[in-house]
């Protein structure tokens, strides 16, 4: 019975605390950078930004356990990304760096064969030109970017590896890596 009361009480306070993050940021940034605007309440809990980590009934008397201050991390300016694993952030795409030598020997192989103008295991399909539909990589005109299978390993079909080059198809300049079929890149630091 212990254990069921715990769960209904966790749970009641995560949709206490998700409706009043959904309050505050409803507000939007104003509530956020002002002192003179009333923080959100829902259901008798109340969440700023100065005390985020904490919610109290109302009645109860603020505790003196340290809380984070989030106003500090609120600013206009933008901020570069830094992606968890630690990689760093390329400045002129945007996208993670990939050392060469944490790609999968397949990718190492295809970087190979560019390098060496082929021969491609789908020369229907490799060295054509990507077009960038997703808007992922930088904007480039038409024919700047060309795509090449990975081979990957028990796969029936091309799979979803590739590596997309960037610039003229004979000497890329850029060399991008996406293992989900165009969802997400990688600059690749050859």
Partial sequence: MATAARKRTFWGLVVVVALAVLTWYLQGDDAA?????????????TLTPSDAGTTEDAGDEPTDEPTDDLTD???????????????????????????GDDLPQEASNTLKL???????????NDGVVFDNREGLLPDQPSGYYHEYTVETPGSDDRG?????????AEAPTEYFWTDDHYRSFERIDT
């Fill in 33 to 45: 950078t002002t002192s003179d605007s009333s923080p959100p309440t829902t259901a008798g809990a």
């Fill in 73 to 99: 991390d609120l600013t206009d300016e933008p901020t570069e990304q830094e992606p968890t694993d630690g990689a760093s952030i390329d400045p002129e795409s945007g996208l993670p760096w990939i050392s």
């Fill in 114 to 124: 560019i390098d060496e103008g082929g021969p491609f295991p789908y020369p229907d």
């Fill in 160 to 168: 979803a590896r590739r590596i997309v080059t960037g610039g003229p």
